[in-house]
Nanobody, 125 residues
Framework: QVQLVESGGRLVQAGGSLRLSCAAS????????AGWFRQAPGKEREFVAV????????TYTDSVKGRFIISRDNAKNTVYLQMNSLEPNDTAGYYC??????????????????WGKGTLVTVSS
């Protein structure tokens, strides 16, 4: 089992930056891929980014490429999402997640095993 707790969400102005953190517990976390999904009001949950268990492999959705950076510190059991050049369209609940298989992140949120409860990011124009 892996438990995940997100933090760092808040109100920020467009063009600003924010770093989300996800603290994990559970012995298998360091063997899992970890990532972020987001869900805006009235919309479906969408993939944002994923990082492999060693931190070498990363993938991003097109809308955040060049603006967001995912990273992890396995010594601290923590995953980060650095968000730069934020836009109002980035407003959403951001959910940290983990799964034993990197490839599951491309099969939809239903395939992801472990989820946090989310943290809200609001970007004002």
């Amino acid at each position: 089992q892996v438990q995940l707790v997100e933090s760092g969400g808040r109100l920020v102005q467009a063009g600003g930056s924010l770093r989300l953190s996800c603290a994990a517990s559970g012995r298998t976390f360091n063997l899992c891929a970890a990532g972020w999904f987001r869900q805006a009001p009235g919309k479906e949950r969408e993939f944002v980014a994923v990082i492999g268990s060693t931190g070498v492999s990363t993938t991003y959705t097109d809308s955040v490429k060049g603006r967001f950076i995912i990273s992890r510190d396995n010594a601290k059991n923590t995953v980060y999402l650095q968000m730069n050049s934020l836009e109002p369209n980035d407003t959403a609940g951001y959910y940290c997640n983990a799964d034993p298989y990197f490839s599951d992140y491309f099969l939809g949120p239903d395939k992801i095993d472990y989820w946090g409860k989310g943290t809200l990011v609001t970007v004002s124009s």
